[in-house]
């Protein structure tokens, strides 16, 4: 199969019109999604604390989505100016919706303080605006394949298995041969797709930069990260970023980077992650191999582990939450006792009492390194189990 119509350079790229607006509009350009999470952005500069933070934490805080939308941008039809406000740290903004018949794909948005953009700048937003539409449309409607076998075979521990299959990938101009990310989704919450989210976050994507398909963790997504989109985060986020567009509940791990014929590794690697990602609140499941800390390890210990967590313990952990609670916030803070009774909003007496309550149970001296080593393995692996 060759390579697909909409891959032809007459058809650019989200991050391409982008690029092309800010180079002729002079100024930086922020496009954001439906929900105000970015989509695409130029080179910034001279940008504001709203919009630094936006791009940084991939979208704005609680407040500024607020303050923006109750000024009525989901209803604007056509170019609309939003006020500064100096609480927040916003400069006065221009906003355009980015829409198809009455659905509002995205924002396209411009930072205006002197409010001095002309009706001939604002036509070239308007038509890059179009040019947006037409492009996120099109990839609305680009069936996206279901390549199950293929992505086992490049997860495949045989080596001969993944070069044959890295070969199919590249004639059939599925997958640049660069740089690669794989990301595992597994269901969070009820009615939570996470095959249908994999698939959600390819079509945001360039063509030839994503493959997704299902896999026995639920869903998996392979990414370039020569993709326009993807080349602007840095690589730990694309997690976060995944879960942000897709908008399901669903748990992402991802592995570092790789190649097409490294990818055994990197399905271990994401595999870790997925474990850690699940055992993590439903708002924060997403988990980066990179970054994963402590819980690199503590993930490989089989589930069967916690079985030989000390009785006292065991059951402190399974029917003591306010005193897992405490024990596990000493031992983040190293032991502080200052610093633990701060984190909990306790009096020192009131956590002294409960430090005397954890030790009677468990029988742990939490004087003793080995044995707050021991309690905070047993509470990592509990929540992994």
């Given at each position: 199969?060759?390579?697909?119509?909409?891959?032809?350079?007459?058809?650019?790229?989200?991050?391409?019109?982008?690029?092309?607006?800010?180079?002729?509009?002079?100024?930086?350009?922020?496009?954001?999604?439906?929900?105000?999470?970015?989509?695409?952005?130029?080179?910034?500069?001279?940008?504001?604390?709203?919009?630094?933070?936006?791009?940084?934490?991939?979208?704005?805080?609680?407040?500024?989505?607020?303050?923006?939308?109750?000024?009525?941008?989901?209803?604007?039809?056509?170019?609309?100016?939003?006020?500064?406000?100096?609480?927040?740290?916003?400069?006065?903004?221009?906003?355009?919706?980015?829409?198809?018949?009455?659905?509002?794909?995205?924002?396209?948005?411009?930072?205006?303080?002197?409010?001095?953009?002309?009706?001939?700048?604002?036509?070239?937003?308007?038509?890059?605006?179009?040019?947006?539409?037409?492009?996120?449309?099109?990839?609305?409607?680009?069936?996206?394949?279901?390549?199950?076998?293929?992505?086992?075979?490049?997860?495949?521990?045989?080596?001969?298995?993944?070069?044959?299959?890295?070969?199919?990938?590249?004639?059939?101009?599925?997958?640049?041969?660069?740089?690669?990310?794989?990301?595992?989704?597994?269901?969070?919450?009820?009615?939570?797709?996470?095959?249908?989210?994999?698939?959600?976050?390819?079509?945001?994507?360039?063509?030839?930069h994503a493959i997704a398909a299902t896999a026995p963790e639920g869903a998996a997504l392979l990414a370039s990260l020569g993709?326009?989109?993807?080349?602007?985060?840095?690589?730990?986020?694309?997690?976060?970023?995944?879960?942000?567009?897709?908008?399901?509940?669903?748990?992402?791990?991802?592995?570092?980077?790789?190649?097409?014929?490294?990818?055994?590794?990197?399905?271990?690697?994401?595999?870790?992650?997925?474990?850690?990602?699940?055992?993590?609140?439903?708002?924060?499941?997403?988990?980066?191999?990179?970054?994963?800390?402590?819980?690199?390890?503590?993930?490989?210990?089989?589930?069967?582990?916690?079985?030989?967590?000390?009785?006292?313990?065991?059951?402190?952990?399974?029917?003591?939450?306010?005193?897992?609670?405490?024990?596990?916030?000493?031992?983040?803070?190293?032991?502080?006792?200052?610093?633990?009774?701060?984190?909990?909003?306790?009096?020192?007496?009131?956590?002294?009492?409960?430090?005397?309550?954890?030790?009677?149970?468990?029988?742990?001296?939490?004087?003793?390194?080995?044995?707050?080593?021991?309690?905070?393995?047993?509470?990592?692996?509990?929540?992994?189990?």
């Open positions: 199969m060759g390579v697909r119509e909409d891959s032809h350079p007459e058809h650019p790229s989200v991050q391409a019109v982008v690029d092309a607006l800010s180079i002729g509009l002079e100024r930086p350009i922020l496009f954001d999604d439906e929900a105000l999470v970015p989509l695409a952005y130029s080179r910034q500069w001279d940008v504001d604390e709203v919009r630094s933070a936006s791009i940084l934490s991939r979208g704005p805080a609680p407040a500024v989505r607020e303050a923006l939308f109750a000024q009525g941008i989901a209803a604007a039809r056509d170019v609309i100016h939003t006020a500064a406000d100096d609480e927040l740290g916003m400069e006065s903004r221009v906003c355009l919706p980015v829409r198809s018949g009455g659905e509002v794909l995205g924002y396209l948005w411009l930072l205006d303080p002197d409010e001095d953009l002309g009706e001939p700048e604002l036509d070239r937003l308007r038509a890059g605006a179009r040019e947006l539409a037409a492009i996120l449309v099109g990839a609305a409607r680009r069936e996206v394949p279901d390549e199950a076998a293929l992505l086992e075979a490049l997860r495949s521990p045989d080596p001969a298995t993944r070069e044959r299959a890295a070969e199919r990938t590249r004639g059939r101009h599925l997958l640049a041969d660069e740089g690669v990310i794989l990301c595992l989704l597994a269901a969070r919450g009820s009615g939570a797709d996470p095959v249908g989210a994999a698939r959600q976050v390819v079509r945001r994507l360039s063509v030839g993709d326009p989109v993807l080349r602007t985060l840095p690589h730990e986020q694309l997690g976060t970023w995944l879960r942000a567009v897709a908008g399901t509940e669903v748990a992402v791990g991802q592995s570092a980077e790789a190649t097409l014929t490294s990818l055994d590794e990197a399905s271990r690697q994401a595999g870790l992650a997925l474990r850690v990602a699940r055992s993590r609140p439903a708002a924060e499941a997403v988990a980066a191999f990179q970054t994963l800390g402590a819980d690199r390890l503590v993930a490989q210990l089989p589930t069967a582990a916690v079985r030989d967590i000390p009785p006292g313990l065991a059951h402190l952990l399974r029917e003591e939450p306010a005193l897992v609670e405490t024990l596990t916030a000493f031992l983040e803070a190293g032991g502080d006792v200052k610093s633990t009774a701060a984190a909990l909003s306790l009096h020192r007496s009131g956590l002294y009492y409960r430090l005397g309550r954890i030790q009677e149970l468990t029988g742990l001296d939490l004087d003793r390194g080995d044995d707050r080593l021991l309690a905070h393995l047993a509470i990592r692996a509990e929540q992994m189990s």
